[in-house]
């Protein structure tokens, strides 16, 4: 009977730490709090203060642009820029 319970157990704490693909609401407001900022945020800004690798940065970019978002990318200077259209 112990058995049982332990694969009970075991089955409750494996869904309960399943890991979804989805970003944290709390970092997608912050990524789009980054995005409008005036100059925006570049690429390697972003990674480091959401804790992303450079493809999550992009899918929640594109995520965002899904959504409504008119997410401009600027190449005018060195390094390319993100940013949200305020005009928008």
């Known amino acids: 009977m112990t058995t049982t319970k332990k694969t009970e157990c ?4 494996a869904k309960a730490t399943k890991h979804t693909s989805k970003p944290k609401p709390y970092k997608k407001a ?7 900022r005036p100059r925006g945020a570049t690429q390697s800004q ?3 203060a959401l ?5 999550s940065v992009r899918a929640a970019i594109s995520q965002l642009r899904k959504g409504g ?9 060195k390094t390319p ?6 005009a928008a």
């Open 10 to 13: 075991n089955q409750a704490d």
């Open 30 to 36: 912050r990524l789009a709090a980054m995005l409008s």
């Open 46 to 48: 972003l990674e480091k």
């Open 51 to 55: 804790g992303w690798q450079p493809h």
């Open 69 to 77: 978002a008119d997410v401009l990318l600027d190449r005018s200077g």
């Open 81 to 86: 820029t993100y940013r949200i259209d305020a």
